[in-house]
């Protein structure tokens, strides 16, 4: 049996002995010791140390339905006394996989009808690499398998993510051979407030967009296959393109034959105030990757979308050679349906779109007005970033041994509330049930950080 009454020493003691952890530094994080959570309800989490934590960040940007739904638990419940697992290799298939294709069709962009599971983020856009691929083989171009995305997108942690990703830090943790797969080119991102220069916002994002076309000439439009983008970079920052941007790319990628990729890992089910983010920028994707909400994070889980132009080649190409042991895992696919009705039968999008994205933007947009140390405010629906700066005027964000956004974390983990640090931005991204009341807590706590690092800073 799980022992669920160590004290925090124990559970850190043994962290520190035996789990190694994603993203972090292991003798660092073995000398301040886990914090170690260990039961969550509603929008707040719990330590073993008694602390009742405002989660903002919904996990990682995946609990939209906060925690505790016994919606979620019962279907999981249910499935696995039923049919705890059978793969859809072999001419098989289970009704909870087949019942969630069908749903999903319904609330994914119009041309989207046909799914391709796994279990993350990750796994799904290394089948959409490989789905790209086999496309334009199926096509009879086999050479348009070079793939573009975008410097600082995340877009996962395997050996093809990572390398269809533009993360700097992760492409520089490899040996002799470096960590990245050939076949990979990047452009810069359409990150207007700390790039933009001197041009308009309008200017900028022309300008971004049209690296994509400068990009596929350099290459030679017969060489590439795709375009990937999240429609906001997430871990990269909270990046809201400026309005012009995604239309441009979507027209570059239309004139060059070039399939668009959109990466919807957080900006789908309801994240930004419509279903996907491909509806707030007014995208039509050819495929789309989907996880985290896909099931709020209760159970790994995530998805494919394909169009019907892009399946109609797929059908005619022979066996997919891809696949996975857990594809459409019985209990996850399950608790995807349950997931995705709660956020209907609760009009969760309708929400943020109408209520809590707009008071928790106008809470953040008073901060970029009035705080010292808030040069702007950024998000859609509920995720947002608080761009912390040294000079409102110029945009210069602090640099060298002043890293401002870790103190203010500091201040966040002692004041319970979670806030992730992105290179000088606070990112917010809380469950998408989270009440106007809890997001004024929100506000009020994030105001008291900000205030307790400008006085450490000497600017308050
Ligand atoms: C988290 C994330 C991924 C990777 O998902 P995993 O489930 O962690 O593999 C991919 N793309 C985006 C945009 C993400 O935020």
């Given at each position: 049996?799980?022992?669920?009454?160590?004290?925090?020493?124990?559970?850190?003691?043994f962290?520190?002995?035996?789990?190694?952890?994603?993203?972090?530094?292991?003798?660092?994080?073995?000398?301040?010791?886990?914090?170690?959570?260990?039961?969550?309800?509603?929008?707040?989490?719990?330590?073993?140390?008694?602390?009742?934590?405002?989660?903002?960040?919904a996990?990682?940007?995946?609990v939209n339905?906060?925690?505790?739904?016994?919606?979620?638990?019962?279907?999981?419940?249910?499935?696995?006394?039923?049919?705890?697992?059978?793969?859809?290799?072999?001419?098989?298939?289970?009704?909870?996989?087949?019942?969630?294709?069908?749903?999903?069709?319904?609330v994914?962009?119009?041309?989207?009808?046909?799914?391709?599971?796994?279990?993350s983020?990750?796994?799904?856009?290394?089948?959409?690499?490989?789905?790209v691929?086999?496309?334009?083989?199926?096509?009879?171009?086999?050479?348009?398998?070079?793939?573009?995305?975008?410097?600082?997108?995340?877009?996962?942690s395997?050996?093809?993510?990572?390398?269809?990703?533009?993360?700097?830090?992760?492409h520089?943790?490899?040996?002799?051979?470096?960590?990245l797969?050939?076949?990979?080119?990047?452009?810069?991102?359409?990150?207007?407030?700390?790039?933009g220069?001197?041009?308009?916002?309008?200017?900028?994002?022309?300008?971004?967009?049209?690296?994509?076309?400068?990009?596929?000439?350099?290459?030679?439009?017969?060489?590439?296959?795709?375009?990937?983008?999240?429609?906001?970079?997430?871990?990269?920052?909270?990046?809201?393109?400026?309005?012009?941007?995604?239309?441009?790319?979507?027209?570059?990628?239309?004139?060059?034959?070039?399939?668009?990729?959109?990466?919807?890992?957080?900006?789908?089910?309801?994240?930004?105030?419509?279903?996907?983010?491909?509806?707030?920028?007014?995208?039509?994707?050819?495929?789309?990757?989907?996880?985290?909400?896909?099931?709020?994070?209760?159970?790994?889980?995530?998805?494919?979308?394909?169009?019907?132009?892009?399946?109609?080649?797929?059908?005619?190409?022979?066996?997919?050679?891809?696949?996975?042991?857990?594809?459409?895992?019985?209990?996850?696919?399950?608790v995807?349906?349950?997931?995705?009705?709660y956020?209907?039968?609760?009009?969760?999008?309708?929400?943020?779109?109408?209520?809590?994205?707009?008071?928790?933007?106008?809470?953040?947009?008073?901060?970029?007005?009035?705080?010292?140390?808030?040069?702007?405010?950024?998000?859609?629906g509920?995720?947002?970033?608080?761009?912390?700066?040294?000079?409102?005027?110029?945009?210069?964000?602090?640099?060298?041994?002043?890293?401002?956004?870790?103190?203010?974390?500091?201040?966040?983990?002692?004041?319970?509330?979670?806030?992730?640090?992105?290179?000088?931005?606070?990112?917010?991204?809380?469950?998408?049930?989270?009440?106007?009341?809890?997001?004024?807590?929100?506000?009020?706590k994030?105001?008291?950080?900000?205030?307790?690092?400008?006085?450490d800073?000497?600017?308050?």
């Amino acid at each position: 049996m799980l022992n669920y009454n160590r004290t925090t020493e124990q559970w850190q003691e043994f962290d520190r002995d035996h789990h190694v952890h994603p993203f972090s530094d292991p003798d660092a994080l073995g000398k301040k010791g886990a914090r170690i959570i260990t039961k969550a309800e509603g929008s707040y989490i719990f330590d073993s140390e008694g602390h009742k934590i405002l989660d903002g960040m919904a996990g990682l940007w995946c609990v939209n339905v906060g925690y505790g739904r016994q919606e979620l638990i019962d279907a999981a419940d249910r499935q696995i006394k039923e049919l705890p697992y059978y793969n859809s290799f072999f001419q098989t298939a289970h009704p909870p996989q087949i019942e969630l294709s069908r749903l999903l069709s319904e609330v994914t962009p119009e041309a989207i009808n046909h799914f391709f599971f796994a279990g993350s983020g990750s796994e799904a856009n290394d089948t959409n690499v490989r789905l790209v691929r086999h496309y334009w083989n199926i096509k009879g171009k086999p050479e348009k398998s070079t793939i573009i995305s975008r410097k600082n997108a995340y877009h996962g942690s395997t050996l093809a993510a990572t390398s269809l990703g533009g993360m700097g830090y992760m492409h520089n943790m490899g040996g002799k051979d470096g960590s990245l797969l050939p076949g990979f080119e990047h452009i810069n991102q359409p990150f207007w407030y700390l790039e933009g220069g001197d041009m308009t916002e309008e200017e900028f994002g022309l300008t971004r967009a049209q690296e994509l076309e400068e990009k596929i000439l350099e290459l030679g439009a017969d060489n590439v296959g795709a375009f990937f983008g999240e429609p906001i970079q997430g871990a990269g920052g909270v990046i809201v393109p400026p309005d012009n941007y995604w239309p441009e790319i979507q027209r570059i990628c239309k004139k060059y034959d070039i399939l668009l990729i959109v990466d919807e890992v957080i900006c789908g089910f309801g994240r930004t105030g419509n279903w996907f983010g491909c509806d707030t920028f007014g995208i039509t994707p050819d495929m789309i990757t989907m996880a985290k909400g896909i099931s709020s994070g209760y159970i790994p889980l995530s998805a494919t979308g394909i169009s019907d132009d892009v399946f109609e080649v797929l059908n005619s190409g022979g066996d997919i050679n891809h696949g996975y042991t857990y594809s459409g895992h019985p209990v996850a696919t399950a608790v995807g349906i349950a997931n995705i009705n709660y956020i209907k039968d609760h009009k969760l999008v309708e929400k943020v779109r109408e209520e809590t994205g707009p008071h928790l933007m106008a809470g953040l947009t008073d901060l970029e007005e009035n705080h010292p140390l808030v040069g702007q405010a950024r998000g859609r629906g509920l995720m947002a970033a608080i761009q912390l700066v040294k000079d409102k005027e110029t945009h210069e964000i602090y640099s060298g041994d002043t890293d401002a956004a870790f103190i203010c974390r500091e201040h966040c983990f002692n004041n319970n509330l979670i806030m992730r640090a992105t290179d000088q931005s606070m990112i917010l991204s809380p469950p998408l049930t989270i009440s106007i009341s809890e997001i004024d807590e929100l506000l009020e706590k994030a105001k008291f950080c900000l205030d307790a690092t400008a006085k450490d800073l000497g600017v308050l």
